[in-house]
């Protein structure tokens, strides 16, 4: 089994910057593609960024030049910095581990941009 534990979400005033961590655990045995996604109510997941082993990124055009996806391989670990963050990047959002055909997400954390 493997485990996403989310950190650092939080309320922030449009304009400031939150930093996610993520790390995994359990049976994970090599590194794997991972990657942050958000929800809002009523809309379907989508993805705000994504890494993989070699370090190429992918990062969503709402986002692209705020938002910076990174990841520390020995700890498992990636990290989303949130900059300029505006009202409408409030969502919950979810950590996410692609291995062996399947997904793997964290419980999710809240961010709330609000003045």
């Known amino acids: 089994q493997v485990q996403l534990v989310e950190s650092g979400g939080g309320l922030v005033q449009p304009g400031g910057s939150l930093r996610l961590s993520c790390v995994a655990s359990?049976?994970?045995?090599?590194?794997?593609?991972m990657g942050w996604y958000r929800q809002v109510p009523g809309n379907q997941r989508e993805l705000v960024a994504a890494?993989?082993?070699?370090?190429?990124?992918r990062i969503a055009d709402s986002v692209q030049g705020r938002f910076t996806i990174s990841r520390a391989n020995a700890e498992n670990a990636v990290y989303l910095q949130m900059n300029s963050l505006k009202p409408e990047d409030t969502a919950v959002y979810y950590c996410?581990?692609?291995?062996?055909?399947?997904?793997?997400w964290g419980q999710g954390t809240q961010v709330t941009v609000s003045s």
């Open positions: 996410n581990l692609k291995r062996l055909g399947s997904n793997t």
């Open positions: 359990g049976r994970i045995s090599g590194i794997w593609p």
């Open positions: 890494i993989i082993p070699g370090g190429t990124t």
